[in-house]
């Protein structure tokens, strides 16, 4: 069954750019559309966006102006990056499938999350 | 955006005795809401979707019900794997949002 797995540093310096990837295993990233998610410590899920592989992009409008996804098909891997980092960027972030059933979509499956701290 | 609002915050239930979570969404989203079981250092995993039909192999134990604004998520006899953060999230408008999770521990 499809996996998948994030990677990336584990820590972020304020103001700096923070670079996270998602490879997928078991399945092709041209099946579907693909998201992050993200979770602050003690606080709810927040999706920050998400990327078909054509290209094409939605994002969390709080989030925008500082959010870049972007897909490599030819290794099954997507990859997000959110610059100007702050203390409050610090949080558990995740990938996702989007399954998409006639509008409504949930997120399924997950990756097992990388902690991202931002420091100074 | 539509906010996502869970009750309680913590629910303390015995093993074998019934769990009930709710979840409020400010405006309506239809049946277009998931829950989700999350555990410590685990991939969160999806549990009911269209607000009430079972992810695959997600025991029956797991209903969930209610539509428009008002959500429920019932876990009829918990089992010991069942502690957990359970979240619900609406599928209903982007951007997609989640409820802040209710935490089932431990009597």
């Known amino acids: 069954q499809v996996q998948l797995q994030e990677s990336g540093p584990g820590l972020a310096k304020t103001s700096e750019t923070l670079s996270l990837t998602c490879t997928i295993s078991?399945?092709?990233?041209?099946?579907?559309?693909w998201s992050w998610i993200r979770q602050p410590a003690g606080k709810g899920l927040q999706w920050i966006g998400r990327?078909?592989?054509?290209?094409?992009?939605n994002y969390n409008p709080s989030l925008k102006s500082r959010v870049t996804m972007s897909v490599d098909t030819s290794k099954n891997q997507f990859s997000l990056k959110l610059s100007s980092v702050t203390a409050a960027d610090t949080a558990i972030y995740y990938c996702?499938?989007?399954?998409?059933?006639?509008?409504?979509?949930?997120?399924?499956?997950w990756g097992q999350g990388t902690l991202v701290t931002v420091s100074s | 955006e539509i906010v996502m609002t869970q009750s309680p915050a913590t629910l303390s239930v015995s093993p074998g005795e019934r769990a009930t979570l709710s979840c409020r969404a400010s405006?309506?989203?239809?049946?277009?809401l998931a829950w989700y079981q999350q555990k410590p250092g685990q991939a969160p995993r999806l549990l009911i979707y269209?607000?009430?039909t079972r992810a695959t192999g997600v025991p029956a134990r797991f209903t969930g019900s209610g539509s428009g604004t008002e959500f429920t998520l019932n876990i009829s006899s918990l089992q010991s794997e069942d502690f957990a953060v359970y979240s619900c999230?609406?599928?209903?408008?982007?951007?997609?949002?989640f409820g802040q999770g209710t935490k089932v521990e431990t009597k």
């Open positions: 269209g607000a009430s």
């Open positions: 078991g399945g092709s990233i041209r099946s579907s559309s």
């Open positions: 999230q609406q599928c209903h408008t982007w951007p997609r949002t």
């Open positions: 405006q309506s989203i239809s049946s277009n």
């Open positions: 996702a499938r989007d399954v998409v059933m006639a509008g409504p979509s949930w997120f399924d499956p």
């Open positions: 990327m078909y592989t054509s290209g094409s992009t």
